[in-house]
């Protein structure tokens, strides 16, 4: 019985992977046959290669291939952070296609990310509660980011997922290890700082415990972050570089992103296309729902999980222009799920009309990838 979730849960994983790249394959002939002039034949695995690769997948590309580059005001490399790019460059001694190599670190670490967020949810709920929101996780509409999509979600997820088991396991070296892999996957280390530290000092006082000097140990998890910065440093003299670019995205900070003064633009503009008005409100749906469980998830789950999905939820809900990535970013803040499944306990209906949903919402948004929309 302590097994079969997991082995239910990877049929389940397997099945949203192969129904997942099946769209995107789709989506990816569709385009290549319909755009002008039309690709090339790839064969069909070429075609569900071809899916997982659009927009960020070029740039991890250059950096594996070429390294980073920096020029002030305009698109550069360095907006990515580099753990990702090395796992890629590490596999690619064996697989000499480097987008092959960047789908197959994602088709490893996804799924296991999802695996090992089921035993993180056992270690702070009851089994059955666990295994729906691992459901919940593993059928939202952008978990095909994990499943195959040349990005650096997957790792990122699988290290800080990894750090908060070992942190919940007492194991404090290790997950600080992760969590300073993972600050070196996303720009987003105050997140993982602020969760591990304050979930560790929680952790001691649910045991009775003192608190001792060894226990700030989680701030050294801005090691990768800051590691990062030092090379920016080093090579570009701007230690902030991965920062000062976002303005060549349109990111720009201040109170015009604050206020969403691009969403609400593009909302009344009669030249802004149906499909990017339907995919920016569903972005901003997902954003409104998981900042609506903010306050549950503090509730539930303590101050630590409520601390680092404040952040993780907070920090892109701020910068972003148009809500547009929000529902990517979303999934780094695992807890939410489990925190949704919670709610749902005694509603089963609801529970089942949101996983029915959100697994349309995943083919359609896989086929949407594949035909080269714009969905992050």
Known sequence: MHRAPYRVLALVILAALVVCAAAAGVGEWYYQHHKTPPGPEQGVLGYVLGGWYAYDSGWYQYIVENGYFY????????????????????????????RHAGILVTLVCGPLSVMLF??????????DTAFQAALLFALYPFTFFLYGVMYSDALFILMVVGAFCLLEKGHLGTAVLLGALATAARPVAPAVVVGLLVRRLEWKRERGERWTALDALPVLSAL?????????????????????????WGQVPGWRSWLKVSFFKTLMSPQSTTDYVVFICLHAALSVGALALLWPTLKRLGWGYGAFCAV???????????????????LSAFPLFLTLAMLLRERPRWRHGILAASSLCLVLLSAAFGLDYYLS
């Open 224 to 248: 990768g972050f800051v590691a990062y910065m030092a090379y920016l440093q080093w090579s570009f003299h701007e230690p902030l570089a991965f920062v000062k670019v976002q303005s060549a």
């Open 71 to 98: 020029r002030p005001g305009e698109q550069s490399a360095v907006a990515f952070f580099p753990l990702y790019p090395l796992a890629v460059r590490g596999l690619h001694a064996l697989v000499p296609d480097v």
């Open 118 to 127: 089921l035993s993180w949810a056992r270690m702070r709920t009851d089994a």
């Open 312 to 330: 993780m939820v907070g920090l892109p809900t701020v910068s972003t222009k148009d809500f547009m990535g929000m529902g990517r970013y979303l």
